[in-house]
């Protein structure tokens, strides 16, 4: 019986001896290859998830069992080709290079479906869709004049009169439109049978608010922008001065801010820029002034001889600066970012990602990532350019958080899908009318356009939200347990 058990004990010790190193080597990432040359290697992975989950993968064009969200462990070294295959659904398809102890993340794959299926929202046409970034609602226009104006609100997919019971300005056309992000206030300058005219106007489903404010400007500005937290106070920019317009009480501040080449505003603050190029904060009404630059080589370097810039503060701590020419400069280094040419842009303020836009290219800015390790001089943040052989992009805009970019170039609306490695996927989405704005709703995942040959209103559903909205019910309840046990310790 003594001998019997010593037998035991030496079989699983020499059992646990082997077993061990081999169960620590798999969880550090190692595989044991007796028969290669090297028989110890380190293994990555990859994460795979799809909207809508539940795809099929194959890995070098040889089929699985697994299905999207799932982990691919234990691969070697190496270049794989990943298909992800689903019903209804276009095949999702890369190229990625597996490297040891490192994870290939793919965890916003949108499925594209192969039949889109637009919906038709209004039976007329229009002359053109004018969309307010933030705003839960665009207007539509069916010719300048301003009784062809409409208000189309998104959530209850409702159409309104811009101006309803307001008869005085019927024969009146528009000249020029001035709106601000964020804000359901706009400016309309006005062509009228008895002059110029500028119409405040504040869409309202019950009743839109209305001031014209004509008698307010002196001369026709250069500029007009607005905080969009104080949208009744209007600031107008001419030959080199700021005049500041309250609605609310219809009175003009001329010469507000004097000596300015450019301004803007955030957070319930006016940024200006002087013309010896010292850039000052202040609230609304000038109190609490702080100079943010004054440092005469660096200003001049960046600002002089430039022309006008427009001041767009994105975050407590990054503002950019663009020039009439598409120059774009920021508070941070490497400060200057492009020369000439961008024709828009966005910030993702969760992942603090800058998108921007020229003519035939799109780029980000990423300013996570502003310092590099072991380098002694700041390096900043780097502007990359995405390829997407653009002919005339128009718009741009961040889809499903920042995974996605969704763009205008001439008639057609494309998906980018931005990859950590490799190439971004680029898919064409549907053909609008070209010189036509597009309306994209992030919180929603929908596109709304004028149809190329029609030019009637249709939406397209990009981001399939339902597994989203699962996903943030399941995330919520695990954080509620998560609550309830900390609690009952």
């Known amino acids: 019986m003594l001998l019997l058990r010593k037998v ?40 795979l998830s799809t909207v809508p989950p539940g795809a099929s ?9 697994l299905k999207t969200p799932t982990t691919l462990q234990d691969l070697d070294p190496a270049d794989y080709v990943i298909k992800i295959s689903m019903d209804t659904y276009l095949d999702w398809s890369h190229d990625i290079r597996v490297t040891p102890n490192n994870a290939s993340v793919f965890d916003k794959i949108l499925l594209i479906p192969k039949k889109r299926q637009p919906k038709l929202l209004l039976d007329q046409r229009y002359e ?4 307010l970034k933030g705003m839960n609602f665009f207007l539509l226009k069916k010719s300048p004049a301003l009784k062809d104006w409409v208000v189309y609100y998104t959530g209850s997919a409702k159409l309104y009169p811009l101006l309803e019971d307001a008869s005085d300005y019927d024969s009146m056309t528009v000249l020029d439109l001035y709106t601000v992000d964020g804000s359901a206030g706009m400016l309309f300058y006005l062509n009228s049978d008895a002059g110029k005219r500028y119409l405040y106007v504040e869409p309202n489903q019950d009743k839109p608010f209305l001031a014209d404010i004509s008698d307010l400007f002196t001369e026709h500005p250069e500029k007009i922008d607005w905080d969009p937290a104080h949208p009744r106070q209007i600031f107008s920019f001419q030959k080199g001065y700021l005049n500041m317009i309250d609605i609310a009480n219809k009175a003009l501040y001329p010469r507000y801010i004097t000596d300015v080449a450019g301004f803007g505003f955030y957070n319930k603050k006016i940024y200006s820029l002087s013309s010896d190029y010292v850039l000052t904060r202040a609230n609304l009404d000038k109190g609490s002034p702080e100079t943010l630059l004054d440092d005469k080589y660096i200003s001049e370097s960046l600002f002089a001889n430039k022309g006008f810039f427009a001041i767009r503060p994105v975050s407590n701590d990054i503002i950019l600066f663009i020039s009439d020419k598409g120059e774009l400069i920021t508070n941070h280094l490497p400060y200057r970012f492009t020369d000439d040419g961008v024709k828009g842009s966005s910030f993702y303020q969760k992942n603090r990602r800058l998108l921007l836009w020229e003519r035939k290219r799109i780029g980000i800015v990423n300013f996570l990532t502003e310092i590099i390790e072991g380098i002694t001089f700041e390096k900043g943040p780097e502007l990359l350019w995405v390829d997407v ?7 741009a805009f961040w889809a499903y958080e920042d995974s996605h970019i969704l763009f205008r170039d001439k008639d057609q609306a494309w998906l980018i899908e931005m990859e950590e490695s490799g190439p971004p996927h680029l898919d064409g989405l549907i053909r609008v009318n070209p010189n036509k704005s597009l309306f994209y709703i992030e919180e929603a995942g929908t596109l709304y356009y004028l149809d190329y040959i029609s030019s009637k209103l249709y939406s397209l559903d990009i981001i399939d939200q339902q597994p989203l ?21």
């Open 57 to 65: 993968i194959s890995i070098n064009d040889v089929p699985t069992q």
């Open 8 to 47: 035991f004990f030496y079989i699983f010790l020499i059992i646990y001896l082997i077993a061990c190193p081999l169960i620590l080597l798999y969880a550090f990432g190692f595989m044991l290859k007796p028969s290669s040359v090297e028989p110890i290697a380190k293994t990555g992975l990859i994460y």
């Open 469 to 489: 909205k699962v996903k943030e019910a399941k995330d919520k309840k695990k954080e509620r347990l998560k609550d309830k046990v900390v609690q009952e310790q």
């Open 389 to 395: 052989k653009g002919i005339n992009i128009e718009q």
């Open 128 to 131: 053109d869709m004018i969309p």
